[in-house]
């Protein structure tokens, strides 16, 4: 008999009654055998959720508190995906305990999902020791298909322009919706096109997890980009639900450099009572519509000078980059000072090429005399010779200028200014040899009694100014890339730019951006970069053109 789930031997007896004598009964007195309960199945599962795409398992235990005693006995059970179509595909769909083992297993795998898939794993029972188990209809598993989770990622600026500055670097933060139940992502930023060397990240790589599910990378632009190029990510790691993720998820973004505001023109040293001057001012873009405007006031230190508004303004999308303005010289003072300041956003560079001017406002005895500060060797320059007055009848003015080295400039010659000339002339310097400053003196020939003798100027013949390229690479392999960055000593200095255009020899390789790069009067960047790229094989030297 059975007692709380323990068997013992049962006496069980027969007897036989009647009155007939036609029976010979035979009959062993008494005899037992054991009365066994029900034996019972359980099962289980790993976990109720399943990431698709084959990157995730669901593990399934099933355990008999008995194995079947019968003689060639077993039962069977069945395994099923409840979903139609079905979302999960089985290892083993049938588990079958017999006299062997009293656990067995099996897994499941899901295909990849786009949103969550609600299904279960059904287990029925059959088979020819049924009748020894205590058994459900079944047993039921709800399980969540869960389709692969992305790394999302957000910009702290917008639009999508960082600046060449280290101080406006900007932000990429990258999250991992859900924890990973384990393992970890590990999320690489990368520079798709353009130079390698225009950005800098910090750090170089973010580890997330269970621990850390959100990190961000600093991004510093270091040079400017000639269009919109695009940063992208990498991963790798084993978190679960988490791979593969998009293998094309890029984010377009432009390094700016910084805008540049600046005159285009110079400031006369001296200018005569009456007469004016135009400035030229230019900024090199206007502001985006999420900064403030651009500014830049105009002071002078005595109304002898007197400029025609006090304050020159690019706003948000504004079409017009260039503006001129006028300062009217109203009575003879020396040394008046005008004063320009720039208040700009941070996405400008914070001087301007004029910062202040001082400027004499001459009486009709002056003569003015003015010429650029510097020439380059090879290069003539044009300088004028003003006065504020004629001669008067029947008499006249003679200059002459002189160079302190006669050897390092050619000077034209005499001037005249009679009664009835233009009261300006103009006169050329021309560089012969860099030695640095000279000294221009011009000397009254004829005409003292009238006029004063001006103070001398002084001349800096420079040296042309040396383009450095470094990086080019005496050869390269098919599909490799150089980048080759281009240095001024000094931005350049007459009003414009300078732009590099690099050519390769032949079609075997090709410059990026084509149109080279371009430095503007003024600015402070004084490096740029171009990538060359290898795409077939040139038989030997290509020249290479700047």
């Known amino acids: 008999m059975c007692i709380r789930d323990r068997c013992s031997p049962a006496l069980v007896e027969v007897s ?23 034996k019972t199945v359980s099962a289980a599962v790993s976990k109720t959720e399943l990431y698709g795409g084959g990157v995730d398992r669901l593990d399934l235990w099933a355990a008999v508190s008995g194995l079947p005693e019968a003689v060639g006995a077993s039962l069977t059970l069945s395994i099923a995906d409840t979903s139609s179509p079905s979302a999960m595909t089985l290892a083993l769909t049938s588990l079958v305990f017999t006299s062997g083992s009293a656990n067995r297993s099996t897994f499941a795998t899901a295909a990849q999902v786009s949103t969550t898939v609600a299904t279960s794993l059904r287990i029925t029972f059959s088979d020819s020791a049924i009748a020894e188990y205590d058994l459900p209809p ?35 933060t990258v999250t991992l919706p859900t924890a990973p139940s384990m393992g970890t992502v ?22 997330l997890g269970a621990g850390q599910t959100s990190g961000t990378f600093s991004i510093e632009a270091l040079a400017a980009t000639s269009s919109n190029e695009a940063l992208s990510l990498a991963y790798t790691g084993n978190a679960i639900g988490y791979f593969p993720q998009p293998a094309a998820r890029s984010v377009p973004v432009r390094f700016q450099a910084l805008g540049v505001v600046r005159f285009l023109n110079t400031v006369p040293k001296s200018v005569f009572a009456t007469q004016e001057f135009a400035l030229d001012i230019e900024i090199s873009y206007a502001p985006p519509a999420s900064y403030g405007p651009v500014k830049v006031y105009i002071s002078s230190s005595s109304p002898s000078l007197l400029p025609s508004t006090n304050t020159i303004t690019w706003n948000p999308g504004d079409t017009v980059l260039q503006t001129t303005f006028r300062v009217t010289a109203t009575a003879q003072q020396k040394g008046v000072v005008l004063t320009f300041t720039l208040a700009a956003p ?17 009486s009709a005895r002056d003569i003015l005399v003015s010429i650029a500060s510097f020439v380059y060797i090879g290069q003539t320059i044009s300088g004028t010779v003003e006065i504020g007055l004629p001669p008067p009848p029947g008499t006249r003015l003679a200059l002459v200028i002189t160079p302190s080295n006669a050897q ?44 004063d003798a001006p103070q001398p100027l002084v001349v800096d013949v420079r040296a042309l100014d040396p383009i450095t390229a470094t990086g080019l690479a005496a050869g390269m392999y098919v599909g490799t890339t150089s980048v080759v960055t281009f240095q001024l000593q000094r931005s350049p200095q ?25 430095f503007l009067s003024g600015a402070t960047a004084l490096s740029k970069s171009v990538v060359l790229t290898a795409s077939q094989t040139s038989v030997g030297n290509v020249p290479v053109t700047l």
Request: glycine content about 6%.
């Open 186 to 207: 590990t999320v690489t930023p990368l520079f798709l096109a353009g130079s390698p060397t225009a950005v800098r990240f910090s750090p170089l790589s973010i580890t």
């Open 138 to 172: 079944s047993l039921i598993f709800p399980i969540n298909i869960r389709p692969i989770v992305n790394v999302t990622f957000s910009l702290s600026f917008s639009p999508a322009v960082v600046y060449v500055s280290p101080n406006l670097k900007g932000n990429m």
């Open 408 to 451: 390092a400039v050619s000077v034209s010659s005499l001037f005249d200014f009679t009664s009835s000339s233009a009261k300006t002339q103009q006169f050329t310097v021309e560089a012969l040899q860099p030695v640095g400053n000279i000294t221009l003196t011009i000397s009254i020939v004829d005409g003292s009694a009238n006029y």
């Open 494 to 518: 007459c009003a414009g730019s300078i732009s590099v255009v690099p050519s390769f020899g032949s079609g075997d390789a090709a410059f990026a951006p084509a149109a080279g790069v371009t």
């Open 16 to 38: 036989v009654s009647g009155t007939s004598t036609a029976f010979n009964v035979s009959i062993v007195p008494s005899t037992t055998f054991n009365v066994r309960p029900l």
């Open 346 to 362: 941070p996405i400008y560079e914070t001087t301007l090429n004029i910062p202040s001017a001082v400027v004499d406002v001459a």
